[in-house]
T-cell receptor, first 115, second 114 residues
Framework: AQSVSQHNHHVILSEAASLELGCNYS??????LFWYVQYPGQHLQLLLK??????LVKGIKGFEAEFIKSKFSFNLRKPSVQWSDTAEYFC?????????????FGKGTKLSVKP | AAGVIQSPRHLIKEKRETATLKCYPI?????VYWYQQGPGQDPQFLIS???????DKGSIPDRFSAQQFSDYHSELNMSSLELGDSALYFC?????????????FGPGTRLTVL
């Protein structure tokens, strides 16, 4: 069965610290990969996505992610976090090229940034 | 830029009542997805429509039904509501053209069942 695993449930960092959130997926075919962010009380916003090509993708707000096919991973990184990055981060996948586009989400990682 | 619109934003119902949630996709988007997010949970896929036809079904209870209309808006109808249906319901739209593309989420409808 398809699944997405996010390693950290809650991460607490101080401002200016570097961030890396882990995401691994299990899927039998080729996938599209996404990171969404959900600020408190708000909806899911797309941070970045990978469909094909350069495995290092850059998103909004200084975030980037690297797709490592051999490890089935798509880790999210940011070199220096800000208090405003406090939010919940979801990794998600769907099947590339198929007719079923529904996203499968990880359980999410809550990021708390201390000012 | 236009975003996905959902209404109502908040809804309070009693057990066994019915509820209808509406979703207006981004213009020219042909696909609508519905997700349910329980408290502290990740979003779970319910159902999707492509070009007004149901394209996939997830963990949607039989008490729920949905459709996509000719103007591409979608409605999720929920009957015999249970306490466990209390959740945030998101609609997402994309321009799949038959192949999954990026989904953009609406603000959600927070349903509380008392």
């Amino acid at each position: 069965a398809q699944s997405v695993s996010q390693h950290n449930h809650h991460v607490i960092l101080s401002e200016a610290a570097s961030l890396e959130l882990g995401c691994n997926y299990s899927y039998g075919g080729t996938v599209n990969l996404f990171w969404y962010v959900q600020y408190p009380g708000q909806h899911l916003q797309l941070l970045l996505k990978y469909f094909s090509g350069d495995p290092l993708v850059k998103g909004i707000k200084g975030f980037e992610a690297e797709f490592i096919k051999s490890k089935f991973s798509f880790n999210l990184r940011k070199p220096s976090v800000q208090w405003s990055d406090t939010a919940e981060y979801f990794c998600a996948v769907n099947a590339r090229g198929g007719s079923q586009g529904n996203l499968i989400f990880g359980k999410g990682t809550k990021l708390s940034v201390k000012p | 830029a236009a975003g996905v619109i959902q209404s109502p934003r908040h809804l309070i119902k009693e057990k066994r009542e019915t509820a209808t949630l509406k979703c207006y996709p981004i213009p020219r988007h042909d696909t609508v997805y519905w997700y349910q997010q329980g408290p502290g949970q990740d979003p779970q896929f319910l159902i999707s429509f492509y070009e007004k036809m149901q394209s996939d079904k997830g963990s949607i209870p039989d008490r729920f039904s949905a459709q996509q209309f000719s103007d591409y808006h979608s409605e999720l109808n929920m009957s015999s509501l249970e306490l466990g249906d209390s959740a945030l319901y998101f609609c997402a739209s994309s321009r799949d053209r038959g192949r999954p593309d990026t989904q953009y989420f609406g603000p959600g409808t927070r349903l509380t069942v008392l």
